[in-house]
């Protein structure tokens, strides 16, 4: 018969061991992801920018030994490659499929006009047309940067009407406005000097870099007003009908 233990055994029991964590309790939890980081993800994250170079490093390159058909082929070849690879990753098909379709679209246009200068065309319109949309916005006083951050934030608070959050993304929008236009005015002249190469040297140098910097002022301001607005009791939520936002 065995001796059954007495309660107050327990208690003498060596603190150590009564203290040493399991270890699931002792594994921290992960952090929550913002909303921010969310939407980066599905814009396809920091390897996102990586993908979008290669295609235009690959078309470059093959332009100065092959012909342009063959140019184009490679080009789209890698960007459908990649395209497979990003989904067998994990990623979200539609941001996956984005880079594949803008290179077929600047492969078409290509194809049409038959100069190779005009695989970059697509892309120089578009900094100007977000350079434009961009200004505006600022001039206009909702800047493009506080309205993702209130989509995000389903439209809940006034932040039009806080002045450290507009200045912010005003900042915020017209950091990325600058960028949008420097991209146009080097990236224009370099397609009227028919440098085709010069064009691709550009995209790249003035993608990652700079779209990284453009992301660190954007996120600062989307911190600074949910800062300012979520975790302050004295800035209330949007009332419903009420077109201060």
Known sequence: MTEQQHPDQNRNQDPIDQEKP???????????????????????????????????????????????????????????????????????????????????????????????????????????AGFVIAVVSVLIRWPVSGIIWNFLHAGKYRWRSDRSVMRAHSLATLAAAAVLGSRFVIQQWLYLADSTSGLGIARIAMGTPLSALVAVVGFWAFRHSSKQLIKRPDHAPEVPGDGRR
């Open 22 to 128: 399991t270890p699931a309790a002792s594994a921290s939890p992960e952090p929550a992801r913002t909303r921010e980081q969310v939407v980066l993800d599905r814009m396809g994250g920091r390897r996102g920018f990586i993908y979008s170079t290669i295609p235009i490093v690959v078309f470059v390159t093959a332009n100065l030994f092959l012909p342009l058909v063959a140019t184009l082929g490679i080009a789209v070849s890698v960007g459908g490659a990649l395209t497979a690879i990003r989904i067998i990753r994990g990623e979200r098909w539609t941001s996956a499929a984005a880079g594949l379709v803008g290179v077929a679209v600047a492969a078409t246009i290509v194809g049409l006009t038959g100069s190779a200068k005009n695989y970059f065309l697509l892309g120089i319109w578009a900094y100007f």
